[in-house]
């Protein structure tokens, strides 16, 4: 299974950016997908998540600026970010507990990171 985001990039201060992750490979099923997120000097935290029927969790110091959405046709997880800080700097990450079609249990993967760059 591979995990491919896509979207980072450098944006300023109040902006926004929209970060895809599209899974592929031998997948039967994905139940939880999220994205994480690491600065420098930081360990990684989590920013959102959401289950297969669309229920999202979505972290306290990005709520009411950031979405999660999923588009399970497509495997793909986003994440829309609104009103950008410089504090929302880090390489995020996504991940997916992810069924696949030989399998009769789930497993968790992780994508390569994707670099968000906010300018103040």
């Known amino acids: 299974v591979q995990l491919q985001a896509s979207g980072g990039g450098l944006v300023q201060a109040g902006g926004s950016l929209r970060l895809s992750c599209a899974a592929s490979?031998?997948?039967?099923?994905?139940?939880?997908m999220g994205w994480y997120r690491q600065a420098p000097g930081k360990q990684r935290e989590l920013v959102a998540t959401?289950?297969?029927?669309?229920?999202?969790n979505i972290a306290d110091s990005v709520k009411g600026r950031f979405t999660i959405s999923r588009d399970n046709a497509k495997n793909t997880v986003y994440l829309q970010m609104n009103s950008l800080k410089p504090e929302d700097a880090a390489v995020y990450y996504c991940?997916?507990?992810?069924?696949?079609?030989?399998?009769?249990?789930?497993?968790?993967?992780w994508g390569q990171g994707t670099l968000v760059t906010v300018s103040s």
């Open positions: 490979g031998g997948i039967f099923r994905i139940a939880l």
């Open positions: 959401i289950t297969e029927r669309g229920s999202s």
């Open positions: 991940n997916a507990e992810v069924l696949r079609a030989a399998s009769s249990i789930y497993s968790n993967y």
